[in-house]
Structures are given as C-alpha cells and as structure tokens.
C-alpha cells in the first residue's frame, strides 16, 4: 500500500460520457502528477499540481480533460464526451517537495470507453 | 524532446542475470530511475541513481550509467520467478521535475 488511493479502479463508460476519477495522496503530499498509460506503454505525464496550483500540462492533454485540486488534497480528472482512444489506465502520483524518490503512484484506474 | 527507449523484452533462465537497457535523449536529465511493474498492481521504484554516478549496486540489483553515451542498465543478479515483471526506466530533470518513462521491458523468467 503506497497511501495513494484512486477512485474508482475501473470504469465502463460509453464513449460520449462525462467520467470523473479521484486521487487521494497522502498529506504530507504537496506535489501530485497525472499519468495516463496505454498497454504495451509507459505512463505518459499529463498535468502536475504543486498544493492547489496546476503548473503544467501537457500537449496530450486536450480541451476535453481538465484536472483541480481543490485546497491541494485530493484532485479529480474529468474527461467530458470520452472517446475509445481515451481508454487507458490513469495513474496518480504524489511526493513530498524535492522528492521523486519518495513519491509514490497509485493503482491507478482503468477506462473502458465502449 | 525528452525520450527513453528500451527493448521490449528480455527472457532469462531462472538463476541466471538479467540486464535491462535503456537510452535516453535528454543529457540534462540528472535523476535516472528504474521501476516495476507486476501483473494488476502499480508503478513500484526499485532504485535511481543521480547522474555523477556511474554505478549503484543495491542487494541483487546494480544500476550502470554512462553518461557520454545516454546509457542506463539494471542488472538483477540470480534472478527468480518473482522478477517476472515489466520494467520501466525513466528520467528526470531534477528530483522534482515530472518523470518521463519508456515503453517498458517484460522480463520473463524461464525454469
């Protein structure tokens, strides 16, 4: 158990589907990155909170993600009229200012856009 | 822009070393790291090593980098069935910066 939960672990939805995930780092985690992997794949970087400020996203990310963090906890990722290509797991990952060697991912979860 | 690329796969007797390589492409990478990945579960890290570094040996696991040439390997000594796993090397501009990762090595252990 790495401490970083993700809500849920897997998700059916049909393309065209609003879908909403949730991350839950630990507390002591300032810093909280979104991954996308596809199979046969490494994680991709989408977008990087450090407390409630988003700092950077990536060009993968497009107009139908958007990801917050409200009060620099947990953060959500929606994905507005999912696509089949927008199945992947999504991972979380969460570590302590100056730290990658203490940051931790989470299970992640799985999308399915049928 | 910033890669790393690794073989796809790599099957070793069960006993024997396994070395993993990678490249990557971003020399001002100074945070190079090593994960695994088992069957359903998540993202684990084995072991990193900063960029002064050419070597760092942790129990059955030695971290090789040259650095001239953008070339990270993992050598896992005696190799067992609970090695079997994918292997992802991955780099960092600093400790903090976002982490870039490969495709990943499946590591398949034969008896």
């Known amino acids: 158990d790495t401490g970083v939960s993700q809500d849920p672990r897997h998700k059916i939805t049909k393309r065209g589907q609003n879908v909403t995930f949730r991350c839950d780092p630990i507390s002591e985690h300032n810093r909280l990155y979104w991954y996308r992997q596809t199979l046969g794949q490494g994680p991709e970087f989408l977008t990087y909170?450090?407390?409630?400020?988003?700092?950077?996203k990536s060009r993968l990310l497009s107009d139908r993600f958007s990801a917050e963090r409200p009060k620099g906890s947990f953060s959500t990722l929606e994905i507005q009229r999912t696509e089949q290509g927008d199945s992947a797991m999504y991972l979380c990952?969460?570590?302590?200012?100056?730290?990658?060697?203490?940051?931790?991912f989470g299970q992640g979860t799985r999308l399915t856009v049928v | 822009g910033e890669d790393v690329e690794q073989s796809l796969f790599l099957s070793v007797r069960e006993g024997d070393s396994s070395v993993i390589n990678c490249t990557y492409t971003?020399?001002?990478?100074?945070?190079l790291y090593w994960y695994k990945q088992e069957p359903g579960a998540g993202l684990q890290l084995l072991t990193y090593i900063f960029s002064n570094m050419d070597m760092k040996q942790d129990q059955r696991l030695t971290v090789l980098l040259n650095k001239k040439d953008k070339h990270l390997s993992l050598r896992i000594a005696d190799t067992q069935t609970g090695d079997s796993a994918i292997y992802f090397c991955a780099s960092s501009y600093s400790s903090a910066s976002k982490i870039i990762f490969g495709s990943g090595t499946r590591l398949s252990i034969r008896p």
């Open positions: 990952f969460g570590g302590k200012q100056g730290g990658n060697t203490e940051a931790f």
């Open positions: 909170f450090q407390n409630e400020a988003q700092l950077e």
């Open positions: 971003d020399s001002s990478s100074t945070y």
